[in-house]
């Protein structure tokens, strides 16, 4: 396994180096109206340094640009996601190509996801410190 030392530079490096949807959805993320949602943005888990992270509801939110069609990086994701859900995380991903279509079309699964529907009253999350 890594190190954490290792895990926290590169997500450190892939904070500093986001792309363009990378940034599109964190500043809409930082935006949602509704209190107490906090998300982590490259955030180190396990062995992976995922895109997106909400601690109080276990949800990782993955962006893929046109790469992860490749059988080799599909297969990667699989795997990855695989270990995740094992680990107790929600992973919901999106393509680039929607971020840039419909932001606010993601906006809302990402709130049903947090929420279990569209129409739900949003709550304060807290965040579970796991041991």
Same mark, same amino acid.
């Given at each position: 396994?890594?190190?954490?030392? +290792?895990?926290?530079a590169?997500?450190k490096r892939?904070?500093?180096?986001t =792309?363009?949807h ?13 209190e107490? =949602? ?7 888990i396990?062995?992976y *340094?995922v895109?997106f992270?909400?601690p109080?509801k276990?949800l ?6 046109g790469?992860?069609?490749d059988?080799?990086t599909?297969?990667r ?6 270990w ?7 992973? *919901? ?7 840039t279509?419909?932001? =606010?079309? *993601?906006?809302?699964? +990402?709130?049903?996801?947090?929420y ?16």
């Amino acid at each position: 396994m890594v190190s954490t030392s +290792i895990r926290r530079a590169a997500a450190k490096r892939l904070r500093a180096n986001t =792309t363009p949807h990378e940034r599109i959805l964190w500043r809409a993320l930082k935006e949602l109206p509704v209190e107490g =949602t906090h998300f982590r943005r490259q955030a180190p888990i396990g062995p992976y *340094v995922v895109d997106f992270f909400c601690p109080a509801k276990h949800l990782i939110i993955e962006l893929d640009g046109g790469h992860h069609n490749d059988d080799e990086t599909a297969r990667r994701d699989q795997e990855r996601q695989r270990w995740l859900e094992q680990e107790g995380y929600r992973v *919901v991903r999106f393509w680039n190509s929607e971020i840039t279509r419909d932001l =606010t079309a *993601v906006l809302e699964r +990402i709130y049903v996801e947090l929420y279990g529907s569209r129409d739900a009253e949003a709550e304060l999350l807290k965040h579970r410190r796991r041991r």
